[in-house]
């Protein structure tokens, strides 16, 4: 069965020059965002649902159709929170680190989620950089800027 990937010359994409970034293939988990902060515009672009894909249908298109296939080792998972739901996240890693897979990628993470258990599993499973989007370190301006978060966790 072809796959979309049959039609695209993906692996011109990755680069091995730079340590972590750039040169990386992207995949997607999910769609949407929950958050409703005021500048961006992905809310109305992708919607305010997020909706995730199967776990194993992300991680068998990172290793059967890019990696084994294309030889590709180096990801970008560009979902706009790739930690919310963290239980999704958490699971995603799971899923890389039962694969086998040796690979690399990053993520963009929200400091308002996240636990030791996920930074511990993202690790295993060959995360090397994340992107926080704290946007500031100035309450008011959190505030303002609807970002659904604070300077500190209220535990
Ligand atoms: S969390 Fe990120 S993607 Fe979601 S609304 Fe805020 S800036 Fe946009």
């Not at 072809?2 to 040169?23: A, C, K, L, M, W």
């Amino acid at each position: 069965m072809r796959h979309s990937y049959d039609d695209f010359e993906v692996s011109s994409y990755q680069d091995y020059s730079s340590v972590t970034i750039p040169g990386c293939v992207t995949v997607q988990s999910k769609r949407g965002c929950h958050m409703k902060c005021i500048y961006c515009s992905t809310p109305f672009t992708e919607w305010t649902g997020c909706r995730s894909r199967k776990i194993e249908d992300v991680v068998g298109e990172m290793g059967v159709y890019l990696n084994e296939k294309r030889g590709i080792k180096r990801f970008f998972l560009a979902d706009n929170v790739f930690n919310f739901p963290l239980s999704n996240a958490k699971d995603f890693c799971r899923g890389v680190i039962k694969s086998g897979l040796s690979i690399e990628w990053q993520a963009i993470i929200n400091p308002a989620y996240g636990d030791d258990e996920l930074f511990s599993l993202m690790r295993r499973a060959g995360c090397v950089f994340m992107s926080l989007g704290n946007e500031s370190g100035v309450e008011p301006v959190l505030r303002n800027l609807e970002k659904g978060l604070r300077l500190r966790r209220s535990e």
